[in-house]
């Protein structure tokens, strides 16, 4: 296939059918653009980083010292970057320059399909990035949006803040409740202790929005809260580590962890 869009008339069709009309027409070249770039350079670079070049972790440096970073190839990144820089995450939150409004879900879902055609490995991340923007968007006060929300919906302009969103321990997957990592205040902001079992793109990230028990809450699900960790602070301050990549079945292009909190700074 040479264009994932314009080789699909059901998927046209419905895009049609779903976007307003004045919406749709810019939408329409948006995809038509997206979905060659999908079938050519971005499934080229799908299939470079499912054979051979897939994220390694770096857990020490020549000295020796622990520094937990996760390497993705080159073209990895710039898939990021092109797939971001096209408001996938961005502009459902913030106006479109051209048309003076948000986008939404459909535009974004759609892109979302023609992005996973090339490799669900690159997708992954992304759904990702729109959970940890909707949940900053909607629930983070405002001081904490400013710190992140710029950087989460970049689309070229500030830096990209990956998102991710670590739930699952070691007993606990479907069992969110079984939760056991600790937040405890320090001042003006929360530590964390623990572990997160299966942290999809740690290490690519720049925030993550993480679940964790505040002492003297309810128990199961009712006694949890949600932090916002800034990633490379916290890497940097050796005060998280990661233990191992996932040998994973699939989804291999995307780094998933687990992932160790020796009382964290978090927000
Ligand atoms: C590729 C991949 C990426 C992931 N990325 C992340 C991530 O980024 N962040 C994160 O937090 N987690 C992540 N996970 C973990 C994922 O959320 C858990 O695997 C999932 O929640 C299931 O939990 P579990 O593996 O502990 O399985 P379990 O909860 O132990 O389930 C095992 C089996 O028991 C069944 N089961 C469980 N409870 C019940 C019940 N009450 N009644 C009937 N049947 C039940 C399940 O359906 C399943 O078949 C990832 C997993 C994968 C495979």
Redesign the pocket.
């Known amino acids: 296939m040479n264009n994932f869009y314009l080789e699909d008339q059901q998927l046209q069709r419905l895009v049609k059918r779903y976007l307003p009309p004045d919406f749709f027409t810019w939408a329409n070249k948006q995809l038509d653009d997206f979905g060659a770039h999908c079938a050519g350079a971005i499934s080229e670079r799908a299939v470079h980083t499912d054979r051979d070049g897939e994220p390694r972790l770096i857990k020490y440096d020549k000295f020796g010292n622990e520094i937990s970073k996760v390497w993705v190839n080159e073209g990895y990144q710039k898939t990021v970057q092109e797939t971001y820089d096209t408001g996938i995450v961005g502009y459902i939150h913030k106006d479109i320059p051209e048309l003076g409004h948000k986008g939404n879900y459909v535009y974004a879902f759609t892109q979302g399909y023609l992005l996973s055609q090339a490799e669900a490995g690159f997708y992954?991340p992304v759904t990702?990035t729109k959970a940890t923007a909707y949940l900053l968007d909607r629930y983070a006060t405002e001081a904490i949006k400013q710190r992140f929300l710029p950087h989460v919906l970049a689309t070229g302009e500030d830096e990209l803040y990956e998102g991710?969103?670590?739930?699952?321990e070691r007993q606990?997957?479907?069992?969110?409740g079984a939760n056991e990592v600790k937040a405890e205040l320090a001042g003006s902001y929360y530590q964390l202790t623990g572990e997160?079992?299966?942290?999809?793109?740690a290490g690519t990230c720049g925030v993550a929005m993480v679940l964790a028990r505040t002492a003297g809450g309810a128990p199961g699900t009712k006694g949890l809260s949600l932090f916002a960790v800034p990633w490379e602070e916290n890497r940097v301050n050796g005060k998280l580590r990661i233990r191992r990549l996932?040998d994973?079945l699939?989804?291999r292009a995307?780094p998933?962890v687990e992932v160790e909190f020796f009382r964290q700074k978090v927000i």
């Open positions: 992954c990702l991710a969103t670590f739930l699952t606990g997957g479907s069992d969110v997160k079992y299966f942290a999809s793109n996932k994973k699939g989804v995307v998933s």
